[in-house]
């Protein structure tokens, strides 16, 4: 679209012009080359108007030729248009000697020019340092792969062996291969290596490497590799994911003049994915023959030493032995030497740290395992070797390393410590285990937890039961606490029978009206109570005939109205009944109570 | 009414400090009896001679004799923290963690076992590292000062108060604002024994956790020999377990340190 539009401004203007003189210049790089060096050719035609002529060459003597593409540049100064077009070749010495490029010409519109010839050294291979990987202009990355036999690029995976043991090291290489810029930074994925246990070797190392004559920028990737199982197994492919720049022609850049092109990336090809070749390794298991007992399983080149962080020591004060197992391999998964430590001492494993160095893309460095001390008395303490059966894949052969005898002299110990504050202050100056417990209660054996037994949420539903059953009771007291007559209905037979209870009590009390102030009580408290009448405003023949309406019997009326006038007359005439006969009176009172707590359905 | 219901709560109090089936998510069997092998007297010469060999110093006797003992069910928290002192004196001071663990789990507030616990911690080559949330570990510590069966007795006797702060009011003359005060009260109580009980049963319970016993125990980013090691373990360190698989399990190292590590090198709480 842009170049269109450049061209429609050009058509416009170039009518206009007025004419320019055709120009044609021809410029290299460097005019002396090794062979196999690469010299730039540029071959620049200027005049005015738009269709200036491209020019085509055949390969020099002594050179390959090949065609960087075409660029255009107008410019419009002061009305005038000129155009220039070059076009960019790079030319690759093939032999030694002294050649000529040229000269070069063109002929338009009846009118030929030429260039100067130019001549070029070509020198014995390796006379001149390699040029740095070209800008990544629209053409180079064409050219390279289009006309070049060698690639713009490549990668390459190797190891450095491809038969090892079980656990042995094995160094993986990947190169990136480049004689081009990129857009941007290549997207990395590394190798599946199922089988192994994988360590990177830090940094990435760049360097040139000349690939069949042809200088290459390399970037380095360095792993140690240890197989984790034995049998045939393959390190996956590694890939890389690279973008360079546009290779259209016509796309010419305006901004190549300022030595960096701000929309390089605007202008970027279809991305390109490079991986490397699986690569077969067979993993050999440790021999069997001449296996020592207690081997460790560790697989490389150690050596074993030992130290003490003191040489003399209090008795029962601790001191640091630490067991350092150096060297090349895998040194996570190194276990602890063995060492027979004397009855004297104490020891408890205090843990152990690795300190690993990648130096030198070499996977090294130690694995120290400490043990704390405590000699028991006063002495001098002999720390027997420690040792650690390895096997070394070079040799092909079991190692038994083992470290020098260490002497630890042991004083006796020093008195408690004094308080600042004066007098002794009591600190234990060791500190042992609390003694173990001898009484047959050690025995008892435990019972699984509550809330594991399906009894103990079963039973939780017991309170819930007895909360309802309450809660509903009290609802319904505080509901008969509301209702006042239904109250004293209920009520009324607990009223009568503590009437009858203080009526027996004054039963026998002759110069006393009680008794019959009670029974009468008993009776008329307990009829109004169940009719809801007031028990002192009520007449007793309104009492009687409310009776009568409730369906009480006449018979049974009749004994009460009898029992009340009786009472009435105990009360109110004096002398009064013998006790027979008021028991015979409150017999009849409480037969005549039943009778109506019977026909009220109480 | 209040007398059937005080019946009623004492009823379920009874019925849940009743021994019951101890078969139950692998629990030890009941004591055996009798003087036959494996009977009551069996038994208590095999634990005075395990005591007479801590005595004399041969300690792998005396935790082979508590060790058969255990396996007869026989795990109190007393026999458990003999079984660790015999352990730790010869030098196995993974499994010596894991018995007073176990020991401490039936008898929390035990000085002795705590002591001896803490004497073994100081021996254990790995410490946590630093950035342990302290209000879980003050929670996890407070909800520990009773065992799970004191906590579900006390959640019992919350709910029932409770219960009863609802139907008091019906038969005493109680002042309004004094059962709303007892009700938030006995609410707390029941809300914090709910929690220790969640705390004992989700971090606490069989299996939960477990101590490094082997001597160095990698631990990877995957259950297999393929994937890295990320960080090792040594003898004592107590790790929660998550999840097993075949013959490797998922542990964390607190407070955020994950990864998977052969089974072999654990022992289960």
Not at chain 2, 185 to 209: D, E, F
Request: proline residues 7%.
């Amino acid at each position: 679209m842009r170049a269109s539009i450049s061209l429609i401004l050009i058509g416009l203007l170039a009518a206009a012009a007025p004419s320019l003189a055709l120009d044609l210049r021809a410029e290299v790089d460097r005019t002396s080359v090794p062979v196999g060096g690469q010299v730039a050719l540029r071959l620049i035609v200027s005049g005015a108007g738009q269709d200036l002529p491209r020019i085509r060459i055949s390969a020099p003597n002594g050179f390959d030729a090949y065609s960087l593409g075409t660029s255009q540049n107008i410019s419009i100064l002061n009305g005038r248009v000129e155009t220039s077009l070059t076009e960019r070749f790079v030319l690759v010495a093939k032999e030694e000697g002294s050649f000529t490029l040229g000269p070069f010409e063109i002929t338009h519109r009846g009118e030929t020019v030429r260039t100067e010839a130019i001549t070029v050294q070509v020198v014995a291979g390796g006379a001149e340092a390699p040029p740095e990987p070209r800008q990544g202009g629209a053409a180079a990355g064409r050219t390279g792969r289009a006309r070049d036999k060698s690639p713009d690029f490549f990668v390459r995976a190797d190891v450095d062996r491809r038969e090892a043991f079980v656990s042995e090291a094995i160094t993986l290489t990947f190169r990136f291969y480049s004689r081009v810029r990129l857009s941007r930074d290549p997207e990395y994925t590394p190798p599946a290596a199922t089988g192994f246990w994988i360590e990177d070797l830090p940094p990435v190392r760049r360097f040139y490497e000349d690939v069949a004559g042809v200088p290459y920028l390399v970037n380095e990737l360095k792993y140690a590799l240890f197989p984790t199982t034995t049998g045939d197994l393959t390190i996956g492919p590694a890939s890389l994911k690279i973008q360079t720049a546009s290779d259209n022609p016509l796309d010419w850049d305006p901004f190549q003049m300022f030595g960096r092109d701000p929309f390089a990336g605007l202008r970027e090809g279809p991305p390109q994915v490079l991986r490397t070749d699986p690569i077969g390794i067979r993993v050999r298991p440790l021999p069997e023959a001449g296996r020592p007992q207690g081997f460790s399983g560790l697989v490389g080149d150690y050596s074993l030493a030992a130290r003490l962080d003191k040489s003399t020591v209090e008795a029962n004060q601790p001191v640091t032995l630490a067991l350092i197992l150096s060297g090349g391999g895998n040194l996570q998964t190194a276990p602890a030497p063995t060492i027979e430590l004397p009855a004297a001492v104490r020891s408890y494993d205090s843990g152990s740290r690795v300190n690993s160095s990648k130096e030198g893309y070499r996977l090294r460095g130690e694995k120290v395992v400490e043990k704390v001390l405590i000699p028991q008395a006063a002495g001098q303490i002999v720390i027997p070797p420690a040792t650690l059966v390895t096997f070394d894949p070079r040799a092909g052969r079991y190692r038994t390393l083992s470290t020098d005898s260490l002497r630890l002299e042991v004083v006796p110990s020093t008195a408690p410590v004094v308080s600042a504050l004066g007098g002794r202050e009591v600190r234990p100056f060791r500190r042992d285990l609390r003694a173990i417990r001898e009484d047959l209660g050690a025995l008892r054996s435990p019972r699984p937890w509550l809330i594991s037994r399906p009894a103990f949420w079963i039973a939780q539903t017991v309170p819930l039961l007895i909360f309802l059953k309450a809660l509903r009771d009290g609802r319904a007291r505080r509901a008969l606490a509301a209702d006042v007559t239904l109250a004293r209905a209920r009520g009324a037979s607990r009223v009568a029978r503590r009437r009858l209870r203080e009526a027996r009590r004054a039963l026998d009390g002759k110069a006393d009206d009680r008794f019959y102030t009670f029974l009468a009580a008993s009776l008329s408290e307990y009829a109004a109570d169940k009719l809801g009448l007031s028990r002192l405003a009520v007449p007793r023949d309104d009492l009687l005939d409310a009776l009568r309406a409730r369906g009480v019997p006449s018979e049974v009326v009749s004994d009460l109205l009898s029992i009340l006038e009786r009472c009435d007359m105990g009360r109110f005439a004096p002398g009064g009944d013998a006790v027979a006969a008021r028991e015979g009176l409150l017999g009849r009172s409480e037969a005549t109570i039943v009778e109506m707590e019977r026909r009220f359905g109480g | 009414m209040v007398r059937g219901l005080v019946a009623g709560c004492a009823l379920v109090l009874l019925v849940n400090v009743a021994p019951g089936p101890r078969a139950a998510q692998g629990q030890p069997a009941p004591v055996p009896s009798g003087s036959a092998p494996g009977g009551v007297d069996d038994a208590v010469d095999l634990f005075e001679r395990g005591n007479g060999a801590y005595r004399t110093g041969d300690f792998a006797a005396a935790a082979a004799a508590y060790e058969a003992l255990r396996d007869r069910g026989l795990s109190g928290p007393g026999l458990l923290y003999n079984l660790g002192n015999a352990h730790l004196k010869r030098g196995e001071l993974g499994r010596a963690v894991a018995s007073y663990e176990r020991a401490l789990l039936l008898a929390p507030r035990d000085h002795e076992i705590r002591e001896n616990l803490a004497l073994a911690r100081e021996l254990c080559a790995d410490r946590p590292s630093t950035g342990v949330a302290a209000p879980a570990l003050v929670l996890s510590r407070a909800a520990r000062r009773l065992t799970p069966d004191e906590w579900a007795i006390a959640l019992d006797a919350a709910y029932v108060l409770f219960l009863a702060t609802f139907i008091a009011p019906f038969h005493l003359p109680l002042r309004r604002s004094l059962v709303r005060r007892a009700r938030l009260a006995v609410t707390l109580l029941l809300a914090i024994a709910a929690a220790a009980l969640l705390i004992w049963h989700t971090g606490y319970r069989p299996g939960r956790r477990g101590v490094v016993i082997s001597p160095e125990i990698t631990v990877r980013s995957g259950p297999g020999t393929g994937y890295l090691g990320e960080f090792t373990l040594h003898p004592g360190s107590v790790v929660r377990i998550e999840e097993s698989r075949e013959d490797w399990v998922k542990i964390v190292y607190p407070p955020s340190l994950r990864g998977w590590t052969e089974a072999e090198g654990i022992e289960p709480l």
